[in-house]
């Protein structure tokens, strides 16, 4: 199902050329101001069409509030917004149900589905369906700010090309908000026009390029979370696996931490202003599934878009029969940029669950 959490349960409903997407966020306590004006913003930095990193699709992403909020204010029932499809291409999409993309869902959600799936602009699987989950994203984490919790990602590197990563164990609150403000989030934004030409160079061939995409997580008390399934590694790496194009996870030094002797991924504990810290962050901020209270620390690793105008092998379904496929329409040739915000999003859902 569409859906995600205990607490506070997330659903994402929409087709990507239907009549609409949205969601519907349910378990959010009364009471809390919400400015729209800054879900508004944190759409905008997921939206396309905003330069040559993303597809020239112009999509509004307009988000209708039908309910759960009065006067800007949160009422208790459940909060459900409904953003339009308006600038959609379907005929693009015409061939892709008898040639399944590489890369993409066509193949398995074709057969999973008995082609009733909805193939056009990547129908329930599309990257657009992220819109909702910045929406819902956008609402939780100005709760979370209130409680001092604050959420910041950044583009740690596109193909070849990496920005530096955030210090593990002091992030200041001046960095993470000019990174959640950010169309093109850098640490280091003297690496952004490599990181741009890496990008245009892909696109001239008529291919893709991936990236990772570094995310921190200040102001979490001691104690969120909890051990074996119900982690906060585990929470958000759900949360964060249901964007589409992610195919990793790691927390702190993760995969890293395999090569390292235990006396060197160890993190000594000490008291700094009457508050127990840790010297280093290999753990990420996490210890048996329980945040310790220093900043939470992950990347995500985000593959190439799969839509390519580059010729690539394929099949026919239809005559069973070797073929070849080059992709039409608009696409993004790096999602790694509008996916900044989206992880934001989903680090605060998954948090926002276990903090209730
Ligand atoms: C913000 C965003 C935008 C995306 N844009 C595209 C796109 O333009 N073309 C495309 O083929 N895939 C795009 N994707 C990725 C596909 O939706 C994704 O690869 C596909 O659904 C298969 O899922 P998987 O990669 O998780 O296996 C986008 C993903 C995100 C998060």
Redesign the pocket.
């Given at each position: 199902m569409s859906s995600f959490g205990e607490n506070t349960r997330l659903t994402i409903f929409g087709e990507s050329h239907g009549e609409g997407i949205g969601a519907v966020l349910d378990g959010v306590p009364a009471g809390c101001r919400i400015d729209m004006d800054r879900v508004y913003a944190q759409m905008a930095r997921?939206a396309p069409g905003k330069d040559k990193t993303a597809?020239p699709r112009l999509e509004k992403d307009v988000p209708r509030v039908l309910s759960g909020m009065l006067d800007g204010v949160t009422t208790g029932a459940p909060i459900a917004c409904l953003i339009e499809n308006t600038n959609t291409r379907s005929g693009d999409y015409a061939n892709l149900l008898e040639k399944p993309?590489p890369?993409?869902?066509d193949y398995t959600a074709f057969v999973k589905y008995g082609g009733n799936n909805d193939i056009r602009g990547?129908g329930h699987?599309?990257?657009r369906l992220?819109a909702p989950l910045v929406f819902a994203g956008a609402v939780l984490r100005q709760i979370l700010e209130t409680e001092g919790i604050k959420i910041a990602a950044h583009i740690e590197s596109i193909g070849g090309v990496s920005d530096e990563r955030f210090n593990p164990v002091c992030i200041g609150d001046e960095l993470m908000e000019r990174l959640s403000g950010s169309a093109f989030s850098l640490i280091n934004t003297s690496v952004e026009e490599k990181m741009r030409a890496e990008v245009e160079s892909a696109r001239a061939d008529g291919d893709s390029v991936g990236g990772v995409i570094e995310c921190a997580v200040t102001g979490l008390p001691v104690g969120i979370g909890g051990p074996l399934f119900d982690g906060l590694e585990g929470q958000i790496a759900k949360a964060v696996f249901g964007?589409?194009?992610?195919k990793g996870v790691e927390f702190g030094a993760g995969f890293g931490s395999a090569k390292l002797r235990g006396s060197q991924n160890n993190d000594p504990f000490a008291v700094k202003d009457e508050t127990v810290v840790t010297e280093t962050n290999n753990c990420g901020g996490i210890l048996g599934g329980i945040s310790n209270g220093m900043p939470l620390v992950f990347r995500a690793a985000i593959?190439p878009?799969?839509?390519i105008a580059k010729e690539q092998k394929t099949v026919n379904l239809t005559s069973a029969t070797d073929d070849l496929l080059a992709v039409r329409g608009r696409?993004?040739p790096c999602?790694v940029p509008?996916?900044v915000s989206?992880v934001e999003a989903a680090a605060a859902i998954a948090i926002f669950d276990l903090w209730c």
């Open positions: 997921r597809t993309r890369g993409h869902s990547g699987f599309s990257g992220t964007i589409p194009a992610v593959k878009t799969p839509s696409h993004d999602i509008r996916a989206v």
